[in-house]
């Protein structure tokens, strides 16, 4: 697998992330002190400012043309509680990894993301951690959201890379389609570093990541209170998260 930095249109830096801090197996269990922190900060309800990362790899094929269809849903979550910017970055085939500009329009997204197709090609979970560190640099970033199923890169080299995501105080909600043990492990170290969230969802079950994405786009506009209210409305995203960060 290439080392090259995300493309992006135009293209991202070639920087390579810096390692960071080595991680433990503790539970996810001060997320939601910390969130109440980060929610109080001034810069995060004004920004509302999202990082959305897909694995595109041919075996997500399905979810990537589900995904094209309710990414609307997210907007329309996030205006009911304030402004939303978007950015998408997407890897695959053989070390292609690329990030869209900012959007703030539902059907401009949906159209740019239509155009793309799935290829074949290994995980490049570590690009998406060192760009959304980079975007962070350039201007904050509420939170990384990542959907995927499979994990075949260094565990040390993504924690190290969630860990430089800790230091600014970004949370990764990694969204897990399928079981499998390998990508659960990583993806649960992953946000148990940047003090996220974990959730796993059926293989294919639109349903269930619409209402994930709905729930951490609330998150991004609003911070830890407008998911509270997503959860008071009954949106089954938002209880599964702060279910499980309570747990």
């Known amino acids: 697998m290439s080392d090259k930095s995300p493309e992006r249109a135009p293209a991202t830096s070639d920087a390579a992330a810096r390692p960071a801090a080595s991680s433990s197996r503790d539970d996810i269990d001060v997320f939601l002190t910390r969130a109440k922190e980060l929610a109080a900060a001034p ?98 970033i509420a939170a990384l959201v990542f959907v995927g199923d499979a994990m075949e890169e260094s565990l040390d080299e993504l924690c190290a890379g969630a860990g430089e995501l800790a230091l600014r105080n970004i949370p990764a909600f990694m969204f897990q389609e399928g079981y499998d043990p390998v990508c659960e492990q990583a993806f649960r170290e992953i946000a148990r570093l940047t003090r996220g969230a974990y959730c796993r969802f059926a293989p294919g079950a639109a349903h269930e990541l619409a209402e994930l994405l709905r729930a951490v786009a609330a998150y991004a506009a609003g911070g830890i209170k407008a998911l509270a209210d997503l959860k008071e409305r009954r949106n089954s995203g938002a209880v599964q998260l702060i279910e499980q960060l309570k747990g």
């Not at 309800?45 to 589900?66: E, K, N, V, Y």
């Not at 793309?116 to 290994?122: F, Q, V």
């Open 43 to 140: 810069d995060r309800a004004s920004s509302g400012r999202l990082i959305f990362g897909l694995d595109a790899t041919m075996s997500r094929q399905p979810t990537w043309d589900q995904a094209c269809r309710i990414q609307a849903d997210m907007f329309r979550e996030a205006a009911a509680v304030g402004r939303l910017a978007i950015q998408l970055i997407y890897y695959r085939g053989l070390g292609e990894c690329r990030a869209l500009p900012w959007i703030a329009d539902a059907a401009r997204l949906g159209g740019l993301m239509s155009r793309i197709d799935c290829r074949g090609g290994h995980t490049q979970i570590r690009k998406v951690l060192a760009h959304a560190r980079r975007e962070n640099d350039r201007g904050r």
